[in-house]
């Protein structure tokens, strides 16, 4: 019973760079999400999608991030021409159904360490 | 503001001396407060979810109770493969937003 799998788990990229997170969902969850967590600092909600749509991106920056989570394969994060101040641990979760008020437990992968030289 | 703070941010424990960690929130409309527990270099591991005030959940060690306005991680005789960070975090809206406390670590010598 594989749980939520990210990959690649350590990725260093050169500052300009693009870098793409990939999160495969525990099986029958339909729902994802990605957080952020930088050094010395908590975990941070970035956006929530359900397969083919955007449900929430407040958390996302403004401008270089995107995320999907098409039809057919993984969840893609992907931010373009890095800057040192991305270097952060990125976090994957997925979720059955978070509408509901119970049975809504939402598990988390180990994560993807994006360092930026 | 929505607001979830965790206390204390770092404590130390014999092995066998119990205690408890804190989780204050301010939020409205909360559908849900989740435990989890974050080794370094890994992902949250999920510990419990909790629904309504009163609602209480027991895993070995660990026991999770909640109030209307904070939740407790009670740890009773710990063990040093209990040291960690724990991270509490509240679900709130119709959504599957979570907005986690800065964490608790916790370690355990023996």
């Known amino acids: 019973n594989a749980g939520v799998m990210q990959n690649p788990r350590h990725l260093v990229r050169r500052r300009g760079q693009e870098a793409r997170l990939r999160c495969s969902p525990m099986?029958?969850?339909?729902?994802v999400y990605w957080y952020r967590q930088l050094p010395e600092e908590g975990l941070k909600f970035m956006v929530y999608?359900?397969?083919?749509?955007?449900?929430?991106e407040s958390g996302m920056p403004k401008e270089r991030f995107s995320a999907e989570f098409p039809k057919e394969g993984p969840s893609i994060l992907r931010i373009q021409q890095v800057v040192r101040g991305d270097s952060a641990a990125y976090f994957c979760?997925?979720?059955?159904?978070?509408?509901?008020?119970?049975?809504?437990?939402?598990?988390f992968g180990e994560g993807s360490w994006l360092t930026v030289v | 503001e929505d607001q979830v703070t965790q206390s204390p941010e770092a404590l130390r424990l014999q092995e066998g001396e119990s205690s408890s960690l804190n989780c204050s929130y301010t939020v409205s409309g909360l559908r849900g407060l989740f435990w989890y527990r974050q080794d370094p270099g890994k992902g949250p591991e999920f510990l419990f979810t909790?629904?309504?005030a009163g609602e209480e959940k027991e895993k070995e060690r660990l026991k999770a109770t909640l109030t209307k306005k904070e939740s407790f991680l009670h740890i009773t005789a710990p063990k040093p493969e209990d040291s960690a960070t724990y991270l509490c975090a509240v679900h709130y809206n119709q959504g599957g937003k979570l907005i986690f406390g800065q964490g608790t670590e916790l370690s355990v010598k023996p």
């Open positions: 909790l629904y309504s």
């Open positions: 999608l359900q397969k083919e749509n955007i449900i929430d």
């Open positions: 099986k029958g969850h339909s729902h």
């Open positions: 979760a997925s979720s059955p159904n978070p509408g509901r008020s119970s049975g809504n437990t939402i598990y």
